[in-house]
């Protein structure tokens, strides 16, 4: 009898052991799937928020939703004049002083000295210049003028080059008077009329399809094509000095690079996801700055390298990924742009400042706003100062802004945040801040090393 019962003991022991072994699986198998139910719902949250960002940044201002301000370029000039407070009309306007009203002057600038004055004269008849008390003829003392802004409109009008021929009696000899060189052999148009479509589609952003319909108003067939032919052939003549800008960009060790992704229609390409891009370049010496701006096909690393090849020194950029092949060609020094990082923080700040739901993110982006105000502070105040001493407050005072901040912020981070913006700003931070911090250990100007 005392052997059953032991038999049943060690059966219900061994029950029990198994229960507990599949319970302890069980556990472990919830806290895996619990763990990767928030992983899974941090992703689906960092996507949501990068998602929101982008849909906001891509329909924000196109959205089909009625906004009363759409419209407001139609009456651009009503609002204008509804909200400025200076009278131009002329006439006297009234100032309400305590408890009476009085009249005051107009105050209006004077027109600038260098526009060309033209004059138009008004005289009185005969007939009105008899004096009206005694019958005499007035005589002239004097003269009022008051000036007006005015233009003269656009107008097309044709340059007809004269060469006077001559000849000699003894006719062995005739010459014809030269004419100055064109920068265009055998084009139909001037040197200006080319300089005046390159400085409507690049300063002013009239493209050509705009300036040929503006040409069509004047009864002119001026078709793009032709004036793309101008602009492509005037471009040539600037090679030169694109080459002296290209031959200082290069002579300088700091130069910084960053490119916006822009849409060009047609393209030739047949993937409709290729990203064109301009591409910035600013460097040169201090005193001779240069800036180039480049279109290119794409925003790959090829085409990072392809313009920067020739460079050597300190590259500031953002983070992105695209400069890091000529960063291990060319073997750079990297100074990665503090605005970016900075505006990590300040875009999540300004998106939980309107719902202040999740206070515990708000208070650690400002807290990271505060960190970078203290450092950008530092900045203001070595700005004027020679570069040894500027050196010495960067290492002194800046460095261990730095070194508090990096421990702050990995402490936030494995604290574990929540909120993906507030996360994505700390991560970038931390993942670049051997970069971020480059600037201290150059004692130039930050204007030339960001």
């Known amino acids: 009898m005392d052997g059953h019962n032991t038999d049943i003991t060690d059966e219900r022991d061994a029950l029990i052991a198994s229960l507990e072994a599949q319970k302890i699986q069980q556990e472990k198998k919830i806290e895996q799937l619990e763990k990767s139910v928030r992983t899974k719902s941090h992703t689906i949250e960092s996507l949501e928020e990068r998602l929101r960002a982008l849909l906001a940044k891509q329909y924000g201002k196109s959205s089909e939703r009625y906004n009363p301000d759409q419209l407001s370029f139609l009456n651009e000039a009503e609002i204008i004049a509804a909200s400025d407070t200076e009278d131009d009309s002329g006439d006297d306007n009234v100032s309400e002083v305590r408890a009476h009203k009085r009249k005051r002057h107009n105050q209006r600038n004077p027109l600038p000295d260098h526009l060309l004055r033209v004059d138009v004269h008004h005289e009185l008849d005969e007939s009105e210049r008899q004096c009206d008390h005694c019958g005499n003829t007035m005589g002239r003392i004097g003269e009022d003028v008051n000036e007006q802004l005015s233009i003269v409109p656009r107008q097309y009008f044709v340059t007809r080059h004269v060469r006077a021929r001559y000849a000699c009696g003894c006719k062995e000899c005739a010459k014809n008077?030269?004419?100055?060189?064109?920068p265009l052999p055998g084009a139909q148009v001037t040197p200006v009329m080319i300089a005046h479509t390159m400085v409507s589609k690049l300063l002013d952003g009239l493209p050509l399809y705009r300036q040929e319909k503006m040409a069509a108003r004047d009864g002119l067939d001026l078709s793009r094509t032709k004036l793309a032919r101008w602009f492509i052939g005037g471009s040539h003549v600037f090679q030169p000095i694109l080459n002296g800008l290209m031959d200082a960009f290069f002579s300088y060790d700091i130069a910084m690079s960053d490119d916006t992704r822009i849409k060009v229609l047609k393209t030739g390409e047949d993937n409709p996801n290729t990203q064109s891009a301009l591409w910035i370049r600013r460097g040169g010496p201090p005193d001779k700055p240069?800036?180039?701006?480049?279109?290119?096909?794409?925003?790959?690393?090829?085409?990072?390298y392809s313009l920067l090849d020739e460079f050597k020194g300190t590259l500031v950029c953002d983070g992105?990924?695209?400069?890091?092949?000529?960063?291990?060609?060319?073997?750079?020094?990297?100074?990665?742009?503090?605005?970016?990082?900075?505006?990590?923080?300040?875009?999540?700040?300004?998106?939980?400042?309107?719902?202040?739901?999740?206070?515990?993110s708000l208070a650690i982006v400002s807290q990271g706003l505060k960190r970078y105000n203290e450092l950008y502070a530092i900045e203001r105040k070595v700005k004027e100062l020679e570069p040894e001493e500027r050196l010495r407050i960067r290492q002194e005072e800046a460095l261990p802004l730095w070194e508090s901040f990096v421990d702050w912020a990995t402490q936030k981070y494995n604290e574990g945040v929540r909120h993906a913006g507030t996360n994505d700003a700390l991560q970038y931070l931390l993942k670049h801040a051997k970069n971020l911090q480059t600037y201290c250990h150059d004692p130039r100007p930050l204007r030339q090393t960001s």
């Open 290 to 304: 240069v800036v180039l701006v480049d279109y290119k096909a794409s925003k790959s690393a090829q085409a990072a």
């Open 320 to 360: 992105a990924s695209n400069f890091n092949l000529v960063v291990r060609k060319n073997e750079l020094t990297v100074a990665l742009c503090n605005d970016h990082a900075r505006r990590r923080f300040r875009g999540v700040h300004e998106k939980l400042s309107k719902n202040k739901n999740n206070r515990a």
């Open 177 to 182: 008077a030269p004419v100055p060189t064109h």
